[in-house]
Structures are given as C-alpha cells and as structure tokens.
C-alpha cells in the first residue's frame, strides 16, 4: 500500500511533510491546550486563508506568479501580532482580541476570494489539504519551520512550561512573559501557515487540539501528555494522507476523522480504568 509513496515524489514529500506536521503541531498545541488558547488556532487560520485569498487574488488580477502559501504565513504572522498587540489594549478583557482578529481574518477572506472570482481548485485545496499539492520547495520551507519550532521549545521549554501553568510565578521568577508569549505566538502562526498544504485551513487547529485532549485523558504528567499527543498526531497524519490518496478525498477530513476516533478510544479506555 505505501508503494506508491516510496515511487512518486510528490507522495514522498507530502508523506514527510505530513511526518513533521505531525511532530510540530501537536507540540504547540499541548501548551495551547494548557493555557486555554485553543480558539487562537482557529483564530490565525481564518488569517491564514486570508493571506491565501490575498495570493490566489494577485495573481488572477495582476497575472503575477505568486505563492500563496508564503503570502499566508506573512498574514498569519501578522495576525498573530495583532492579537497581542490587541491583548495589551484590552487588558481586562484580553480574550475579546481573538475574535476580533478571526472575524477581519474571515471578512478579507470574502473579499479576496470575491476579486479572484470565488472558488477554485487551488482555494479548496488550501482549505481541506491535498495529498497532491505539496512541492519540493514546500517541503523544504516546512523542513525548515520545524527544525526551527523545535528548537526554540527545547531552548524556552522551561519558560513556556512556567507561563503555561502561571503567568504571575513566571512574571516575579524574571521570565520575560510578554516576550516568550509573542514567541511563541509566532511560532504557532508559522506552524499553522505550514500545516495547511495537508491539514487545510478549516481543519489545522484540530491537530493542534484533538491529538492533545486524547494524550490528556491518558498521560499523568506533562511531558509524557506531550509525548503521546505527538504519538497520536502522526497516527493521524499517516492514516489520514494514506487513506487520503486510496479514497481519493482530501486528507485534512480523513486526518480528523482519525483524530477523532483516536479521542473516543482514549476516553474509553480512561472510563475503563476506572471501572
């Protein structure tokens, strides 16, 4: 069954690209899950497809030859600023700053999808993932997120896990809290940018989220909950784009689907613990 994905490169780096998605967005996503933001993937994944639409527009219009994946990842991380910017304006209500930001995320979407004649094969392949859609070079690009999103939890490990579970503690214990968070902000934007060649733009905040509350119902410490949170993030990755292709449906649902499932049979498992 995997033949086809050792024999054709386009399957090759979609597999691989699918591998690393597996890792990083499981990996933000247990400190997003802990510290309650899940809705910020949601959030920059309406930004994203923005900055897709945006692409997709320019070069209908204007006939230039663009990328939209790198115009989505500049507004996903543009978005991803604005939402702590927005956070130190409204300090006693700092949640309100997501929703404000999804919903200018969702009202450019319209309109830069509207100029670039609405929907098309591209558009839909960004929203829901395609088996076929990833490049050499998005590989190369992703590769290069990863070891880069990696590399800065391992270094700020201690500082995220600090603010994940105490924002004040962190703050007197001298961790620089707006810096680590406006970091780590950013790397989440660059993940979800990076997760839409196969995930989608609707259906990315999912791995960040399912993966991570299935680990919870399992793991005793946080460590071991990231662990399995990666573990199942892969599961669902490899089921999902091998599925994709043999089933010939976008891999972001089947990916989900498996995530899903995954959850089910982990809260099982926990009632069956305790029975």
């Given at each position: 069954?995997?033949?086809?994905f050792?024999q054709?490169?386009?399957?090759?780096?979609?597999?691989l690209?699918?591998?690393?998605?597996?890792?990083i967005?499981p990996?933000?996503?247990?400190?997003i899950?802990?510290?309650?933001?899940?809705?910020?993937?949601d959030?920059?994944?309406h930004?994203?497809?923005?900055?897709i639409?945006?692409?997709l527009?320019?070069?209908?219009?204007?006939?230039?030859?663009?990328?939209?994946l790198y115009?989505g990842?500049?507004f996903?991380?543009?978005?991803?600023i604005?939402?702590?910017?927005?956070?130190?304006?409204?300090?006693?209500y700092?949640e309100?700053?997501?929703?404000i930001?999804l919903s200018g995320?969702?009202?450019?979407?319209v309109?830069?999808?509207a100029?670039a004649?609405?929907f098309?094969t591209?558009?839909?392949n960004?929203?829901f993932g395609?088996v076929?859609?990833v490049?050499q070079?998005?590989?190369f690009?992703?590769?290069?997120i990863?070891i880069?999103v990696?590399l800065?939890v391992t270094?700020f490990y201690?500082?995220l896990f600090?603010l994940?579970?105490?924002e004040?503690h962190?703050?007197i214990?001298?961790?620089?809290?707006?810096?680590?968070?406006?970091l780590?902000?950013?790397l989440?934007a660059?993940v979800?940018a990076?997760?839409?060649?196969?995930?989608g733009?609707?259906?990315v905040?999912?791995?960040m989220?399912?993966?991570?509350?299935?680990?919870?119902?399992l793991?005793?410490?946080?460590k071991k909950m990231?662990f399995?949170?990666?573990?199942?993030g892969e599961l669902?990755?490899?089921?999902?784009i091998?599925?994709?292709?043999y089933?010939?449906?976008?891999?972001?649902?089947?990916?989900?689907?498996?995530?899903?499932?995954?959850l089910?049979?982990?809260?099982?498992?926990k009632?069956f613990r305790?029975?």
């Amino acid at each position: 069954m995997l033949a086809d994905f050792f024999q054709y490169d386009f399957l090759r780096y979609t597999l691989l690209t699918g591998l690393l998605i597996g890792i990083i967005a499981p990996l933000l996503g247990t400190f997003i899950v802990v510290r309650r933001l899940s809705l910020i993937a949601d959030a920059l994944s309406h930004v994203t497809l923005a900055g897709i639409a945006f692409g997709l527009m320019i070069e209908k219009v204007f006939l230039i030859t663009f990328t939209p994946l790198y115009s989505g990842m500049l507004f996903s991380v543009g978005g991803s600023i604005l939402i702590e910017k927005l956070r130190s304006v409204y300090k006693g209500y700092q949640e309100i700053a997501i929703p404000i930001i999804l919903s200018g995320g969702v009202g450019l979407s319209v309109i830069f999808i509207a100029i670039a004649d609405g929907f098309n094969t591209d558009l839909f392949n960004y929203l829901f993932g395609s088996v076929s859609a990833v490049s050499q070079g998005d590989f190369f690009l992703i590769l290069g997120i990863s070891i880069f999103v990696i590399l800065i939890v391992t270094l700020f490990y201690k500082e995220l896990f600090t603010l994940s579970f105490d924002e004040e503690h962190a703050t007197i214990s001298g961790i620089h809290s707006k810096a680590i968070h406006l970091l780590f902000i950013v790397l989440t934007a660059l993940v979800i940018a990076a997760s839409i060649r196969i995930v989608g733009v609707l259906l990315v905040s999912a791995l960040m989220t399912l993966p991570v509350a299935a680990a919870m119902r399992l793991a005793k410490g946080f460590k071991k909950m990231m662990f399995l949170s990666i573990l199942f993030g892969e599961l669902s990755v490899i089921i999902g784009i091998i599925s994709g292709y043999y089933l010939n449906i976008p891999p972001g649902g089947t990916i989900v689907v498996v995530s899903i499932f995954i959850l089910l049979i982990s809260i099982g498992m926990k009632r069956f613990r305790k029975a």
